[in-house]
T-cell receptor, first 113, second 114 residues
Framework: AQSVTQLGSHVSVSEGALVLLRCNYS??????LFWYVQYPNQGLQLLLK??????LVKGINGFEAEFKKSETSFHLTKPSAHMSDAAEYFC???????????FGRGTSLIVHP | SQTIHQWPATLVQPVGSPLSLECTVE??????LYWYRQAAGRGLQLLFY??????ISSEVPQNLSASRPQDRQFILSSKKLLLSDSGFYLC?????????????FGQGTRLTVV
């Protein structure tokens, strides 16, 4: 079975500050991990994905995430937050024989001017 | 390139009325198709998924149903809506034969049952 836990339903940062959104996964086999972003009243858009190549993955809009097997984590970071980063962020996992992506509950990123 | 279309974008329906939401995918064949519901603060709840025409798996027992009459068409239905059916419904697709590809989402349908 696979699962994803996103710590913190809301994260608030100032514009220009570091963004850190946490994601921990559980999987009995090597996982594939994804981060998505959702703007209000829109569908989800892929930010980046880990597919067992490089452990540090770079995505769109300056985001990156690092796969740490020892910590079962895939945290999302961005060095400097921008107002346009305010959105809902979802971590997801697929693994083993399951073709169903499992999503975390989401983290709402709030960016203050 | 592949695209996914979902409609309508918004819908207001009275309690007890029927529902039909449609999702179509273009530019790919034999995709995995998914219906999710998103309630405020509750993340994404998988409702149904399909790996082929006529093959539907239900994840959550409820008064909703899904059908896949064509390879790239996925329909979410209800005979009688409940207030609790209100939410944001998302259709998504993935390539059938891989684990490492992402899901592609439609723009969603905001359903309000009144």
């Amino acid at each position: 079975a696979q699962s994803v836990t996103q710590l913190g339903s809301h994260v608030s940062v100032s514009e220009g500050a570091l963004v850190l959104l946490r994601c921990n996964y559980s999987s009995s086999v090597p996982p594939y991990l994804f981060w998505y972003v959702q703007y209000p009243n829109q569908g989800l858009q892929l930010l980046l994905k880990y597919t067992s190549a490089a452990t540090l993955v770079k995505g769109i809009n300056g985001f990156e995430a690092e796969f740490k097997k020892s910590e079962t984590s895939f945290h999302l970071t961005k060095p400097s937050a921008h107002m346009s980063d305010a959105a809902e962020y979802f971590c997801a996992v697929t693994s083993g024989g399951s073709y169903i992506p499992t999503f975390g509950r989401g983290t709402s990123l709030i960016v203050h001017p | 390139s592949q695209t996914i279309h979902q409609w309508p974008a918004t819908l207001v329906q009275p309690v007890g009325s029927p529902l039909s939401l449609e999702c179509t995918v273009e530019g790919t064949s034999n995709p995995n198709l998914y219906w999710y519901r998103q309630a405020a603060g509750r993340g994404l709840q998988l409702l149904f998924y399909s790996v082929g025409i006529g093959q539907i798996s239900s994840e959550v027992p409820q008064n909703l149903s899904a059908s896949r009459p064509q390879d790239r068409q996925f329909i979410l239905s209800s005979k009688k809506l409940l207030l609790s059916d209100s939410g944001f419904y998302l259709c998504a697709w993935r390539r059938l034969d891989t684990l490492n590809t992402e899901a592609f989402f439609g723009q969603g349908t905001r359903l309000t049952v009144v």
